[in-house]
């Protein structure tokens, strides 16, 4: 189990649906940035968080175009800290992921595009983007 909350791991799971659902950590609104098919620089995305959460997230990226380096959002991960209630946040250890990391520093810049039902290289895409870790 990958929590300090082994005993109730319902009651661990309920609470991070909980927070999930809370405005304060609703993805339109903390990104600071409305969901479009402009890109926006990753360090600009992780600092409108910081400001509006009081942590800096780990964003994760996708490329649903082989061969292309345009990253797209893909989640936003929050991370709780360990040992205490649920609710406790932190600064993520990593600010990205892998797939984020593989552009050059530069050129790291991200697509949050408005939630469709259609399909982008085999990708679905949504506008999910909130997930706890």
């Not at 409108?48 to 380096?69: A, L, T």
């Not at 600010?95 to 595009?113: A, G, H, Y």
């Amino acid at each position: 189990m990958c929590s300090d909350y082994s005993q109730n791991p319902r009651g661990y799971f309920d609470e991070t649906l909980r927070l999930a659902n809370l405005s304060r950590y609703n993805a339109l609104q903390v990104l600071g940035v409305p969901p479009s098919n402009i890109s926006h620089q990753i360090d600009t995305l992780l600092e409108n968080v910081r400001r509006n959460v009081g942590f800096y997230p780990e964003i994760s990226c996708s490329k649903p175009v082989k061969g292309s380096n345009q990253l797209y959002l893909k989640e936003i991960r929050f991370c709780l800290k360990r040992g205490t209630p649920v609710s406790v946040l932190q600064n993520c250890p990593d600010e990205m992921d892998n797939v984020c990391k593989s552009v050059p520093p530069l050129n790291r810049t991200v697509i949050f595009p408005p939630a469709t039902d259609s399909t982008i290289s085999g990708l679905k895409a949504t506008g999910e983007v909130l997930a706890f870790t």
